[in-house]
């Protein structure tokens, strides 16, 4: 309520958030996974005086280096950028309690940049060792990056006694933070064990021998990860606040994504350990990628769940997802939402100054006496601030169009009123008596009609 | 007259004290605007003097654009630390000014996306026997986008201090109150000279670049480009110093506001202000020493000194976003919960990060003056 709200039709801003987690996840995986892989892979090499193999590598370090070093800090940035546009307050409650987090983070990229840089362009000039050790410092480094990260994302979805002590470290080590690095670190070691394969499958090696060593070594890592990903997903949900669970429960969309989850792992598993792991020579670029189709499957649907389950809040007990503190939700209810937000207050003066009372303050009832248009307008307002986060206008995302398809003025009224009653996962609505009859006037004005031909005899 | 749509001050507080949250902010800004200054009028440059110049001069380019994949890397990472201490220092104008341009703020991720990819093509063609149009274009193209986006990051920097003006860009750019993210900072008089001046910097740093890259990295080469290199140097750090300080006296004298003018030409700020104006010249100097002899002594002394340019800069600017800043928010008076113990691990860390760096770095000179052996 303090700042803009940034609308974007059909979609809503936060689903830019996720557009864009999801696809740096695939990426910044890779990046953690695929490191500790050349680290050890590279070790592996020189201890074999497997110079063929070593030659594959550095071929793949290049193409690592490609997709990772740039895309993923690119995507990295833009998930920061996206988040300050379409969450502000969760971004500034997070920044302000984990910038220290950040910063060390920050760090460990430095050192991912530069080590994977001189890892690479220093190839076959660097003395094995040092090179190794300038793997390793890559790989570690990065998994000390997941780790950092984690703990701040798995805050934001159990933030566990930090509400009540408020210091930094019991946030970062909250109830989630094992679970989650666990199931990462495993996401990680998967999709890394998928890009090399794809990487390979693409990659022209004629010497069988070469071509069977890449695939067995390259399934490791993923056979090892699906199993952390299993356990740490297990452990993840055992961890949940109870209306996360709930919610999981709750949401058939989520169900069904908890299914792709397990069955997508257990399907990337099997196809590993029966195919390359156990048959070097099925090593096909349509496998591979089939295989990778699969892996993404997995970890997207996984961060979607991760971040879906945290509602009614964007940061778990900390700011609900309609960009308010808990705190202040009786507040406004007494005071009024658009006389509680800056810029819906500049903009009730500026667009119906009659609304003003004395002290310049908005009185609610005028708004009700406002003519029609205005009214809408109003409700319009309200509903782009308390309800765009979720769900757009008329058509998109969880359109509440949609969704009140045939309902009556009662029933829109009543959720409006207590949308926390209708649904557990939304947040209350905080505004005033009125404010909740002009949103009502404007939901039922977009509100689409009970679909044609289910009239149904002894139904409503 | 409008209101300021400021937003009330954290309840969580700074988790350090403003001196700190404001150096790291200028350090991790001077650090990104070195690689930066390189993509934003550096490319543009090489590829006019390739263009253009004759062999040198697109030896000097195909140098250049290899070079440029690590520098856009390390700028984009050395981005991250002002942009973490802005959002901590600067969130009540920071959240709504990108807000008031979200797309085109949005559109800053995919620009340079497809800026570092343009690089990429035309640098995977210098492996070819020859460039083709269509590689060509790609730098061409990732010119322009980079410089487009350094437009934009002048829209966005100036917009934060423009709070006077967020609300008729709110009430031009919205629907029912929410704000569309297509604004733009173009009503400010600022912007265009901000972002001139930069370009001009950016000249400055490009020059500064190329003499330590001849110095240091091109013992390859032949001794005529060496030579040819020293001139280029000098006379794009003469044409960015030229165009600086007509960009820089534009923005100051007929920009700023006559208060904030008078902070800065005050003592104790007017050392610094004049330090910021007159800089260019030691590098500039040092240069043109340097221009008939090989002297990597010399070429050092200029890299660190343009790296005084360019943070004598940084710290200016600082002084001048809180002088436009004062009369809605005082930023260095905002409560502090210290976090002490995060804070000393983020400091040691920092600290062992940099000593690890060092070594690497280390390794890699070593191994540079090895034989590349097969792997």
Known sequence: ?460 | MDTPLIGPETLLGFPAPYWFLAFFKVFGFSLHMIPMNLWYAGLLTVLLAGRFGGENARRLRDRFLKALLILIALGINFGIVPLLFTQVAYYQVFYPATILMAWPWFSVILLVMLAYYGVYIYVVGLSRPSLSPFRRAFGWLAAGLFIFVGFLFANGFSLMTNVSGWQALWRSTSFAGAALGTGLNLADPSLVPRWLMMFGLALTTTGAYVLVDSAFFAAKEKVEYRQWARRFAFAVYTGGMLWFALAGSWYFFGTLGSEIRLTLLRSPTLILTLLTALSPGLPWLVIRFNMDREARGLALLTGFAQYGVVALNAVSRQIVQNAELAPVVDVTAQPVRLQPSPMIVFLVLFVVGLGIVYWMVLQAVKAGRRPTQEA
Not at chain 1, 34 to 43: I, K
Not at chain 1, 203 to 226: H, N, Q
Not at chain 1, 239 to 257: E, K, T
Request: proline share 6%.
């Open chain 1, 1 to 460: 309520m303090h700042y803009p709200w940034w609308y974007v039709p059909f979609l809503t801003s936060p689903m830019l958030i996720a557009l864009i987690a999801v696809i740096h996840v695939y990426v910044s995986m890779y990046a953690v996974g695929g490191g500790l892989f050349l680290a050890v892979e590279t070790a592996y090499a020189y201890r074999s005086t497997n110079s063929r193999y070593l030659a594959y590598l550095k071929e793949h370090t290049w193409f690592f280096i490609l997709v990772t070093v740039v895309f993923g800090a690119i995507t990295g940035v833009g998930i920061w950028w996206t988040i300050g546009l379409a969450s502000p307050l969760a971004t500034e409650a997070l920044i302000h309690i984990f910038v220290f987090g950040w910063a060390m983070e920050y760090v460990f990229f430095v050192l991912e940049i530069v080590s994977a840089f001189i890892f690479f362009y220093f190839w076959g000039r660097l003395p094995p060792r040092t090179h190794q050790t300038i793997g390793w410092i890559y790989g570690i480094s990065a998994w000390l990056s997941l780790v950092l990260i984690t703990g701040i994302t798995a805050f934001m979805l159990n933030p566990g006694t930090w509400i009540e002590r408020q210091d930094f470290w019991v946030g970062f080590f909250n109830p989630q933070f094992l679970p989650q690095t666990i199931a990462r670190t495993g996401g990680a070691l998967l999709l890394a064990s998928l890009y090399v394969y794809l990487h390979a499958a693409f990659y022209r090696a004629d010497d069988p021998e070469l071509r069977g060593l890449i695939s067995t070594r390259s399934t490791r890592p993923g056979l090892l990860g699906a199993v952390l990903v299993t356990v740490g997903g297990v452990w993840w949900y055992l961890a949940l606040p109870a209306s996360a669970q709930a919610a999981l429960a709750a949401a058939s969309a989520l169900n069904i994504l908890m299914v792709i989850i397990f069955a997508a792992t257990i399907v990337v598993f099997a196809m590993l350990y029966f195919g390359p792991y156990r048959n070097p020579e099925w090593i096909t670029p349509g496998f591979a990628l089939l295989l990778f189709t699969f892996g993404l499957a997995a970890i997207g649907a996984g961060e979607f769940v991760r971040e879906a389950v945290r509602k009614p809040f964007i940061v778990y007990g900390v700011v609900l997802s309609s960009q308010i503190l808990p705190e202040e939700v009786e507040r406004f209810r007494s005071v009024g939402y658009l006389e509680s937000g800056l810029w819906t207050r500049a903009l009730v003066a500026e667009r119906f100054p009659g609304a003003l009372g004395g002290g310049g303050t908005i009185d609610e009832a005028a708004l009700l006496a406002l003519p029609e248009s205005d009214r809408l307008e109003a409700g319009r307002v309200l509903f782009f601030n308390a309800c765009n986060d979720c769900h757009s206008v008329a058509d998109g995302y969880s359109s509440v169009a949609e969704l009140m398809r045939g309902w009556t003025p009662e029933m829109i009224r009543s959720v409006v009123e207590h949308p926390e009653r209708a649904q557990f996962f939304m947040p209350p609505f905080a505004g005033m008596p009125e404010e909740v009859d002009l949103l009502t006037e404007y939901l039922v004005s977009i509100a689409r009609p009970y679909p044609p031909g289910l009239q149904i005899p002894g139904g409503g």
